[in-house]
């Protein structure tokens, strides 16, 4: 199928390609790699979270992974820091939301492609009331990829934190829905919350570059295989694991 243009009136053509895009394995692995060797990020654990992230992907349970996000830089020093981590199996099934606007230049889309990217359409991007409908669509593809066993990646907060790199902005309400749909599809995600740091910053509001995000802190909380059955009991859960995991990250710096 041929790639769909990335807009927001075209918000059904593009979750039904990105439903059944599949990347291809040898150069998502290969980009990672290299992701990991070029930033290389340092990555710490919780008691009990690399053996349960080993044993979770081992059972075959999907992955809906939590992160904070600090830096436009964050996709490159996550996926550096999957290669670096149990995660890495899922390399090459997992797919990672992005806003859409970097979806718009086609070199750079290629590479979001092959790296499992899927985008996002942002109501603070749009004023449309189809950002609804989108968010919904979204929602949806979520839930099938994950009943097929795909994992899915994503920045809850839904913006990069230029307030308090310690603290978790608020945290929209995604998650807890795309977990209770998988579950009405025959789905049971686990959710794996992994904390960042890139270190102190004089000035939050600063954006990062290449060289101050190199060996980032990352910090894997355990994962929780048994979630609350409604999105905003999720939500406290995704919410209080997501600062936990932040809080390691910090302190691992």
């Not at 992994?194 to 000035?203: I, Q, T, V």
């Amino acid at each position: 199928m041929k790639p769909p243009a990335v807009t927001l009136e075209n918000y059904g053509a593009v979750y039904d390609y990105y439903r059944d895009h599949r990347q291809n394995l040898l150069k998502a692995k290969a980009a990672y790699w290299l992701l990991g060797r070029r930033f290389a990020p340092r990555v710490g654990f919780a008691a009990g979270a690399r053996k349960g992230l080993r044993d979770f992907i081992s059972e075959g349970r999907p992955l809906v992974i939590a992160i904070n996000h600090l830096s436009e830089q964050d996709p490159y020093t996550v996926s550096g820091a999957a290669w670096r981590s149990p995660l890495r199996p899922v390399i090459g099934h997992t797919r990672v939301l992005a806003k859409h606007e970097v979806f718009a230049d086609p070199a750079l889309r290629n590479t979001l492609d092959m790296m499992g990217g899927m985008p996002v359409f942002r109501s603070k991007d749009h004023e449309s009331l189809s950002v609804k409908a989108a968010s919904e669509r979204l929602i949806d593809t979520c839930a099938v990829v994950l009943a097929r066993g795909d994992s899915v990646a994503l920045f809850p907060e839904g913006t990069c934190n230029y307030v308090d790199h310690t603290r978790v902005l608020d945290l929209g309400g995604g998650i807890g829905h795309i977990v209770c749909r998988a579950r009405e599809l025959g789905a049971n995600p686990v959710l794996v919350s992994l904390g960042l740091s890139y270190g102190p910053r004089p000035d939050p509001a600063a954006e990062l570059s290449k060289a101050d995000v190199h060996s980032a802190s990352f910090y894997f909380r355990t994962p929780v295989g048994e979630l609350p059955s409604q999105p905003a009991d999720i939500m406290d859960v995704v919410r209080d694991e997501l600062q936990a995991a932040l809080d390691g990250a910090v302190a691992s710096y």
